[in-house]
């Protein structure tokens, strides 16, 4: 069974851009949940995704959105980018209790 | 708020060594506790979940184990080898489908 899938990989962009990442769940799993990492900051909850309805949601800024497909499929959009958004963003998808994460997506704003 | 910490911060030891890896919460109503490893630069790799009727689980050379009570986990490796250094992490679930990171202990296994 494949595992999570998050594109793109790598990512570079400007401050003041907006930035979609993409995430593509276990097959059959319905929740996807995003994460930030940091250096300063560590693991960081963003939201929570089921069933296209966003059930949890994290401490971000409202700069910070996604949304879920029918197929199970995310996205989280960041928009206004700022030098501080640089992170691994990483998505994370399970179907009971335990969470399957992709390899990530890194984002460096300049 | 849920805060986790991770005891030691980092930790090198020679290969075949048994060593522990400890996590704490602030809140001990942990629904769940989820083991990881973290490569550099990679995502998170699941080694093992403990659930709410649980105490411990084991696989292969790991073994974590929780107490609700006094709001610990710990993470036993066996035999530890070069291939196990990584960053660990501890999580915990209180309900809602999030997880609460710790701050991560990062081994190295000497050859």
């Known amino acids: 069974k494949a595992g999570v899938t998050q594109t793109p990989r790598y990512l570079i962009k400007t401050r003041g851009q907006q930035v979609t990442l993409s995430c593509s769940p276990i097959?059959?799993?319905?929740?996807v949940s995003w994460y930030q990492q940091t250096p300063g900051q560590g693991l960081q909850f963003l939201f929570e995704y089921f069933s296209e309805t966003q059930r949890n949601k994290g401490n971000f800024p409202g700069r910070f959105s996604g949304r879920q497909f029918s197929n199970s499929r995310s996205e989280m959009n960041v928009s206004t980018l700022e030098l501080g958004d640089s992170a691994l963003y990483l998505c994370?998808?399970?179907?009971?209790?335990?969470?399957?994460f992709g390899p990530g997506t890194r984002l460096t704003v300049l | 708020k849920q805060e986790v910490t991770q005891i030691p911060a980092a930790l090198s030891v020679p290969e075949g060594e048994n060593l522990v890896l400890n996590c704490s919460f602030t809140?001990?109503?942990?629904?769940?506790l989820q083991w990881f490893r973290q490569d550099p630069g990679k995502g998170l790799t699941s080694l093992l979940l403990?659930?709410?009727?649980?105490r411990e689980q084991t696989s292969g050379r790991l073994n974590a184990s929780l107490d609700k009570s006094s709001g610990r986990s710990t993470l036993y490796i066996a035999a530890s080898q070069p291939g196990d250094s990584a960053t660990y992490l501890c999580a915990g679930q209180t309900g809602a489908n999030n997880l609460f990171f710790g701050t991560g202990t990062r081994l190295t296994v000497i050859p």
């Open positions: 809140d001990s109503a942990i629904y769940n």
């Open positions: 994370a998808s399970s179907l009971k209790s335990e969470q399957f």
């Open positions: 403990i659930q709410s009727s649980q």
């Open positions: 097959s059959g799993h319905r929740s």
